[in-house]
């Protein structure tokens, strides 16, 4: 038998959600008082650039991504700097990842820092690139099933 929903049993649940809502805040504060090193770090690997976006996770601090559009992956002054910037601070480099679509091609550097907060720069190639450029390497088929509802 289904429980029949009244306001009382509705301002409960608001209630443990609130509960549940609190502890995830106070458990979020604590990650950004502990990354406040790690934003000072993600600014100063930013430079003039700036910081595109940051959150702050429970679990792993502080998250900071830059991103910048760049013509050549190699000799783009500001991209360089920032990496550089990142290794001479001692950010752990842990992934390089391309990402490459038909409107857009991607290149991320991840870094871990200090705190263990994560720092992400993301370099889009401008579709005149010199030294990288987006080419095509196939064709992706994808089968999806079909379904339709069948009534008797």
Known sequence: MAKKITVASLRKDLREDLRGARVAFASKMDALEKGERDIALANFVAGTHGVAYAFVSSYSGVNATIRLSVSSMKKDRRLRNMLTRAIDKDLMPVETEDYVTEWRAERSFAFIMPD?????????????????????????????????????
Do not use: F, H, M, S
């Open 116 to 152: 263990g907060g994560r720092l992400t720069i993301e370099a889009r190639l401008k579709e005149d690139g010199e030294t990288c450029r987006k080419v095509q390497v196939g064709v992706e088929t994808v089968e999806r099933p079909k379904y339709a509802l069948e009534c008797n």
